[in-house]
């Protein structure tokens, strides 16, 4: 008999005070790698209103304007008074008119700068560089869309994507920055079968009516974007559900970094290990295990060896190997599971080091990996979403079979 079950997945725009935190930590990031590839840094962003706070440790050459770094990306969310056409609802990025930065960043501790540098310290065992801390990641990857993501939070994330085109293109000029969506999707034999219902809640201008709303995004936004074959009379769309949408961003809720992780990753699917990613450098494994392990699932699916498959990898802070790497592929598996767990730990390294090596993340990449998930980005040229690794995983399997 088929077992069906129905999965909803999220996604924010870039304008959701979550999220335009989870940005400027990430521009902020990318500001210190332009000049200063060494740099360390974890910054935290909060904003509420006028106030934009900046919190954490960096280590860093790079010599930069925080609160320009900080205006700018707010503005290219399109908190810009120009934009609204003369009228100032976004005055959180107008400095000129009150808003107000808090700079709390310090350095990073010098206990922990020892264990990740790569020299050898009292106490360390290794002249290693090590992992920025203890945890656990995981990483996830699943055929039910080309991109091998999860489709739920997939299509979630589409729809956000062409909604903020919309905005920023001015094809609907009532647009505001601040959005969510929403994908409800029923599974038959674990595939996809159809959309049960769409939610979408959009911050708008005050001369719009909410019939217009919900008009134009069914028409312009929801039935462009998701799988008409997906999409039945029977499909559910809620659309600004609550009427109206005027007050949202900063002003209508606080923001903090690192509360959209679920969004950031599968949407529920995969599982996540707790760590967030935005406004950390590769050194710490919360973000750079996470994306090694999306890397190494992904090529496990798309090498045909599962059709589903989640890694998890564990670290010490200040070790400089993994203290456990595990493939879960549900059942899903063409070839035994401890040939493919054994392949991947032949094709890829986990050590922390060569994690930033192998994906190259000693670049200013990072604020393009902020919003609409940080996997499944085609459009962003990520190196973990390269499924470069294929034909080696297949041999590596496959000699495993032939006798010695």
């Not at 039935?223 to 005027?246: A, C």
Request: proline share 4%; with cysteine; net charge negative.
């Amino acid at each position: 008999m088929a077992r069906s079950f129905i999965f909803s997945s999220e996604s924010v725009t870039e304008g959701h005070p979550d999220k335009v935190c989870d940005t400027v930590s990430d521009a902020v990031l990318d500001a210190c790698f332009e000049h200063d590839t060494d740099s360390r840094v974890a910054c935290e962003t909060f904003v509420k209103d006028n106030v934009v706070g900046l919190a954490g440790e960096i280590t860093t050459n790079a010599i930069f304007d925080y609160g320009k770094v900080v205006e700018e990306t707010l503005k290219d969310i399109g908190y810009d008074a120009d934009y609204a056409e003369g009228t100032d609802y976004s005055y959180t990025c107008k400095f000129e008119k009150g808003a107000f930065l808090m700079n709390m960043l310090g350095k990073q501790s010098p206990d922990i700068k020892q264990g990740v540098d790569a020299a050898a310290a009292e106490g360390k065992e290794t002249a290693e560089q090590g992992a920025g801390d203890q945890g656990i990641m995981f990483g996830y990857a699943t055929n039910d869309t080309p991109e091998l993501m999860p489709a739920p939070i997939l299509y979630s994330h589409k729809l956000g994507q062409e909604m903020t085109r919309l905005r920023k293109d001015r094809v609907h000029t009532w647009l505001r920055p601040d959005s969510k969506t929403q994908v409800s999707i029923e599974y038959v034999d674990n595939r996809p079968n159809r959309i049960t219902a769409v939610v979408v809640s959009t911050m708008h201008a005050r001369e719009i009516e909410t019939d217009d709303i919900r008009r134009l995004l069914r028409a312009d936004l929801i039935e462009k974007i998701l799988p008409g074959d997906l999409l039945t009379e029977d499909t559910e769309y809620l659309i600004n559900p609550t009427g109206r949408f005027e007050v949202g961003g900063p002003e209508g809720d606080a923001g903090l970094t690192g509360r959209k992780i679920i969004v950031d990753t599968y949407g529920g699917m995969g599982r996540h290990g707790g760590g967030a990613f935005s406004g950390k450098d590769p050194s710490k494994v919360d973000r750079s295990a996470a994306y090694m392990c999306r890397w190494v699932a992904k090529n496990i699916v798309a090498a045909g060896l599962a059709s589903e498959c989640e890694l998890q990898v564990a670290y010490a802070i200040g070790h400089p190997r993994p203290v456990s790497v595990n493939v879960n592929t549900f059942g899903s598996n063409e070839v035994d599971e401890g040939q493919i767990e054994k392949a991947a730990q032949e094709v890829f390294s986990f050590k922390p080091a060569d994690i930033v090596a192998q994906l190259d993340l000693l670049r200013p990449i990072y604020r393009t990996t902020t919003n609409y998930g940080h996997f499944g980005r085609e459009d962003a040229n990520l190196p973990w979403e390269e499924t470069n690794r294929v034909s080696e995983l297949r041999n590596a399997v496959t000699s495993q079979s032939v006798p010695a």
